[in-house]
């Protein structure tokens, strides 16, 4: 299997931060990396596929980058709407294995 | 509009086998590239990919639970079900069922999820 991990787990920050979320896949996945969001009780939302690519609907101080193993996510400017746990994904390999979740709550 | 929604027992006990259903509208499971994945979630815990099949029947398993799962469609009904053997309360989690369209593409259209506890 694939083994996505990221960094940090868990994340302080206030509205208006700029926030870098990691994500390292265990081989080269070429750019088949998905970010979620997630808020208790809720099912993940995609925010960002193909490592850059920004899904419709979502706000563009999202963003994505990367390739091969190592990913980030950033949030340019926290809104409050933002605390939440995200998600990375590799859609690379089977199974498509997600990362253990970096939570993101308000300092 | 795409919509999925999970359904089946929420309570199951250890040995038991699970049957989930996932009836969906605003797509076919006929249509070229189109797939349906089940991912679930133990309480405070991350995302676990289960499984996925696509338009074709063409079927993909985590090989951790590939011995346990069964994944299959009924294109008529709009419905994908998976089932999962030898239950034990280490599988109490919520399950989700979700849409995917394209080469290995990401989950974009998720349902709310049905949480299953494991217990005698």
């Known amino acids: 299997d694939i083994q996505m991990t990221q960094s940090p787990s868990s994340l302080s920050a206030s509205v208006g931060d700029r926030v870098t979320i990691t994500c390292r896949a265990s081989q080269s996945i070429s750019n088949y990396l998905n970010w979620y969001q997630q808020k208790p009780g809720k099912a993940p939302n995609l925010l960002i596929y193909t490592a850059s690519s920004l899904q419709s609907g979502v706000p563009s101080r999202f963003s994505g980058s990367g390739s091969g193993t190592d990913f980030t996510l950033t949030i340019s400017s926290l809104q409050p709407e933002d605390f939440a746990t995200y998600y990375c994904?590799?859609?690379?390999?089977?199974?498509?294995?997600f990362g253990q979740g970096t939570k993101l709550d308000i300092k | 509009q795409i919509t999925l929604k999970e359904s089946g027992p929420t309570l199951v006990k250890p040995t038991q086998t699970l049957t989930l259903t996932c009836t969906f509208s605003g797509f076919s499971l006929s249509t070229s590239g189109v797939g349906v994945g089940w991912i679930r979630q133990p309480p405070g815990k991350a995302l676990e990919w289960l499984a996925l099949?696509?338009?074709?029947?063409?079927?993909r398993y985590s090989p951790s639970l590939k011995s346990r799962l069964t994944i299959s469609k009924d294109t008529s009904k709009n419905q994908v079900v998976l089932t999962m053997t030898n239950m034990d309360p280490v599988d109490t989690a919520t399950y989700f069922c979700?849409?995917?369209?394209?080469?290995?593409?990401?989950?974009?259209?998720w349902g709310q999820g049905i949480l299953v506890t494991v217990s005698s």
């Open positions: 979700a849409h995917s369209l394209g080469y290995s593409p990401p989950f974009d259209y």
């Open positions: 994904q590799q859609s690379y390999g089977t199974p498509r294995t």
């Open positions: 099949i696509y338009w074709d029947d063409d079927k």
